[in-house]
């Protein structure tokens, strides 16, 4: 398997236009994980999926913010309207669900994002 | 909320010492915990998993350990090599299924 999938590597956007992050988990992986770093809060959990369904999505920052996951192999990340602020790495994760929960979680590459 | 501290922050070291990074946790009631490497502009790499009935895990050069009831994980790294430099983040799993990021132990190596 080739891992966790994320495109695009990189984005630049200006302030106030809509970014879409995508991302591919793992085959097979049933929690599909969004998180964002940045060097002042570190990584922080954005929303989480469990067999396409969002389970928690407290970490969502603003309304500006949305997640979909439309089948177990392709999940998105909406920013409208994008905010200087946003500027982040992205990332997604996936793992394997047994029993009680998630186990081992591997991440993709991430999107550098920058809103200008 | 569980808070994760990573102790030191940052750490270089000659090639070939052993070194020990620290990381503590305030809830002790976590699923499992998982280091992990990141090299700078790269993704997180899962370096080990300890499920929480156990107390340690061993990879090649690196050996974690968990201590649950005292909240603290060490990951021990042996005969320290220049392709070892990165960050190390620990992460406790709690029953919500969330992975909470301490800011990490930025290691050098020193050839």
């Known amino acids: 398997d080739a891992g966790v999938i994320q495109s695009p590597r990189h984005e630049v956007t200006e302030m106030g236009q809509e970014v879409t992050l995508r991302c591919k988990p793992i085959?097979?992986?049933?929690?599909l994980f969004w998180y964002r770093q940045t060097m002042m809060r570190g990584l922080e959990l954005l929303i989480y999926?469990?067999?396409?369904?969002?389970?928690?999505d407290s970490g969502m920052p603003e309304d500006r913010f949305s997640a979909k996951m439309p089948n177990a192999s392709f999940s998105t990340l909406k920013i409208q309207p994008s905010e200087p602020r946003d500027s982040a790495v992205y990332f997604c994760?996936?793992?394997?669900?047994?029993?009680?929960?998630?186990?081992?979680?591997?991440f993709g590459q991430g999107t550098r994002l920058t809103v200008v | 909320k569980q808070e994760v501290t990573q102790i030191p922050a940052a750490l270089s070291v000659p090639e070939g010492e052993n070194l020990v990074l620290n990381c503590s946790f305030t809830?002790?009631?976590?699923?499992?915990l998982q280091w992990f490497r990141q090299d700078p502009g790269k993704g997180l790499t899962s370096l080990l998993l300890?499920?929480?009935?156990?107390r340690e895990q061993t990879s090649g050069r690196l050996n974690a350990s968990l201590d649950k009831s005292s909240g603290r994980s060490t990951l021990y790294i042996a005969a320290s090599q220049p392709g070892d430099s990165a960050t190390y983040l620990c992460?406790?799993?709690?029953?919500?299924?969330?992975?909470?990021f301490g800011t990490g132990t930025r290691l050098t190596v020193i050839p």
């Open positions: 300890i499920q929480s009935s156990q």
């Open positions: 992460a406790p799993q709690t029953g919500a299924n969330n992975l909470f």
């Open positions: 085959s097979g992986h049933d929690y």
């Open positions: 809830d002790s009631a976590i699923y499992n």
């Open positions: 994760a996936s793992s394997l669900g047994m029993g009680r929960g998630p186990t081992e979680a591997f």
């Open positions: 999926f469990n067999n396409n369904v969002p389970i928690d």
